[in-house]
C-alpha cells in the first residue's frame, strides 16, 4: 500500500513538473520606496500577511527581525483563470523573500503557480502557469498585492 502511495505521489509530481513553465519564468521581483524606516516597515508588513495572505497546512514561514527579512510560501486570492459559470476561488502560490530597508521594501516571488482553495495545483495547462503568457496573466494580482503591501507599510493605522 505504501508503495503505491509513493509511486502516486511520484507521478502526480511529473504531471505538475510538465504543467509549469519553467522557474525562470515563474518568477517576479518589486522594489518599491517607502517613507518609513525598516523596522516600521517590517513590522507592518508582517500585519498586511497574517491578514492578507493565505498559509496552507505546511507551509513554512521564517522571519528575521534584525535583518527586516521575511521568507514564506503563501498565497494571495487571484482569479484571472476562473470561467465565468465557476464559483470557486482560485490562488496565487508562491515562495516569497521580502526585504525591509530602510525607505523601501523589496518582494522577491518565486515557485508560482495556481491552486484552489486547499492549496491543491489546479490541473489544467489552460488554467495554470505553463506558459509565459500564462504567467503573464497573473502579473495583475501581483501588482495588486504589492501596491496594497505599500499602502499598508506606509499607513499610520490598521484599518487596510
Known amino acids: 500500500m505504501r508503495c503505491k502511495f509513493w509511486f502516486l505521489m511520484v507521478l502526480l509530481a511529473g504531471c505538475a513538473s510538465g504543467l509549469l513553465a519553467p522557474e ?15 523596522a516600521t516597515a517590517y513590522l507592518q508588513a508582517i500585519r498586511w500577511f497574517d491578514k492578507n495572505v493565505k498559509q496552507f497546512g505546511g507551509a513554512s514561514r521564517s522571519q ?7 521568507k514564506m510560501q503563501a498565497a494571495y486570492e487571484c482569479n484571472v483563470f476562473r ?15 521580502f526585504e525591509a530597508g530602510p525607505q523601501f521594501i523589496q518582494l522577491h516571488f518565486t515557485q508560482l ?7 491543491q495545483l489546479i490541473p489544467k495547462a489552460e488554467a495554470q502557469l505553463s506558459t509565459a503568457g500564462n ?12 501596491a496594497s503591501l505599500s499602502k499598508a507599510v506606509e499607513s499610520t493605522s490598521l484599518t487596510w
Do not use: A, H, W
Open 24 to 38: 525562470s519564468v515563474r518568477q517576479s521581483e518589486f522594489l518599491e520606496k517607502t517613507t518609513v524606516k525598516k
Open 64 to 70: 528575521e527581525i534584525e535583518s527586516g527579512k521575511i
Open 83 to 97: 470561467k465565468p459559470n465557476d464559483s470557486r476561488d482560485y490562488f496565487l502560490s508562491f515562495d516569497l523573500e
Open 113 to 119: 503557480r495556481m491552486e484552489n482553495s486547499e492549496g
Open 135 to 146: 504567467v503573464d496573466r497573473v502579473g495583475p494580482c501581483l501588482k495588486k498585492l504589492v
